[in-house]
Antibody, heavy 114, light 112 residues
Framework: EVQLVESGGGLVQPGGSLRLSCAAS????????MHWVRQAPGKGLVWVSR????????SYADSVKGRFTISRDNAKSTLYLQMNSLRAEDTAVYYC???????WGQGTLVTVSS | DVVMTQSPLSLSVTPGQPASISCKPS???????????LYWFLQKPGQPPHLLIY???NRFSGVPDKFSGSGSGTDFTLKISRVEAEDVGVYFC?????????FGQGTEVEIK
């Protein structure tokens, strides 16, 4: 059974940092591009970042460029999102997403508030 | 960025009746490879989204044939032939022809 399990969300003050993880199982993680997509409470879906299967290429939404870093450890079948200089507008549920086979995690909530 | 404009934003449907959702991108989603990178997702309450339709009109694995997608250029439509209670949720279109991938605002479908 395919599973994507996010962790690392929580409450953080503006300007703070968090590292999200997404543990994958049930498929050959190293074969697939992986993405992060976020959804603010009661709002729509927003693409955040993506990383190539071997980690050699990354892309970011303008709103997070320079503050967020996507990475992966294929030996551990884990996707990461390092989030620095967090702002109130980063508050959202963060989903890891494997589009080639439509794999989605259940999401982890990040709340940026003082 | 490609702006994806959905309409309507909400829809109340009698069970057994059809429903239709429009998605209009701000530019063509036709790639030089001949594919059109337009997708439809359903997000049920409390769940992540899941894919219904890929590349305009192809049903994803396990998606019932009551769902159909059509369109071209900058005008796309998702149709549900007979809405049932299990179809309640928010429907999103998405483009992946260029970064950043962008989603429509979502169409909330409820049962009358």
């Amino acid at each position: 059974e395919v599973q994507l399990v996010e962790s690392g969300g929580g409450l953080v003050q503006p300007g703070g940092s968090l590292r999200l993880s997404c543990a994958a199982s049930g498929f050959t993680f190293s074969n697939y591009w992986m993405h992060w997509v976020r959804q603010a409470p009661g709002k729509g879906l927003v693409w955040v970042s993506r990383i190539k299967s071997d980690g050699s290429s990354t892309s970011y939404a303008d709103s997070v460029k320079g503050r967020f870093t996507i990475s992966r450890d294929n030996a551990k079948s884990t996707l990461y999102l390092q989030m620095n200089s967090l702002r109130a507008e980063d508050t959202a549920v963060y989903y890891c997403y494997g589009p080639e086979l439509d794999y989605w995690g259940q999401g982890t909530l990040v709340t940026v508030s003082s | 960025d490609v702006v994806m404009t959905q309409s309507p934003l909400s829809l109340s449907v009698t069970p057994g009746q059809p429903a239709s959702i429009s998605c209009k991108p701000s530019q063509s989603l036709l790639h030089s490879d001949g594919k059109t990178y337009l997708y439809w997702f359903l997000q049920k309450p409390g769940q992540p989204p899941h894919l219904l339709i890929y590349e305009v009109s192809n049903r994803f694995s396990g998606v019932p044939d009551k769902f159909s997608g059509s369109g071209s250029g900058t005008d796309f439509t998702l149709k549900i032939s007979r809405v049932e209670a299990e179809d309640v949720g928010v429907y999103f279109c998405m483009q992946s022809i260029q970064l950043p991938w962008t989603f429509g605002q979502g169409t909330e479908v409820e049962i009358k």
